[in-house]
Nanobody, 114 residues
Framework: QVQLVESGGGLVQPGGSLRLSCATS????????MGWYRQALGGQRELVGI???????NYAGSVKGRFTISRDNAKNTVYLQMNSLKPEDTAVYYC????????WGQGTQVTVSS
């Protein structure tokens, strides 16, 4: 069974930074692309960005230039570095991968507020 274990998140002031982590098995990390989604209260889940198993990244327009997805091959972990955070970035953030089926992390709350 594929597991995605997230960490990070919390409360930050506008303009601040946070880093989320998503750890998984070595097999999935090597074989599958991984992504980050977010869902604001009352909103739909939306794609933040993805990173392929060879390190290619793509981002939603709303976060491009502020958020960066990276991989640590030694730790089988994907990171979401979020800079210049805005109140509208407030959401529950989910790690995601697809290998046959869809798999989601448990979600972590990010709140941007003064």
């Amino acid at each position: 069974q594929v597991q995605l274990v997230e960490s990070g998140g919390g409360l930050v002031q506008p303009g601040g930074s946070l880093r989320l982590s998503c750890a998984t098995s070595e097999f999935i990390f090597r074989m599958a692309s991984m992504g980050w989604y977010r869902q604001a209260l009352g909103g739909q889940r939306e794609l933040v960005g993805i990173i392929t198993n060879d390190g290619t990244t793509n981002y939603a327009g709303s976060v491009k230039g502020r958020f960066t997805i990276s991989r640590d091959n030694a730790k089988n972990t994907v990171y979401l570095q979020m800079n210049s955070l805005k109140p509208e970035d407030t959401a529950v953030y989910y790690c995601y991968t697809q290998y046959g089926d869809d798999y989601w992390g448990q979600g972590t709350q990010v709140t941007v507020s003064s």
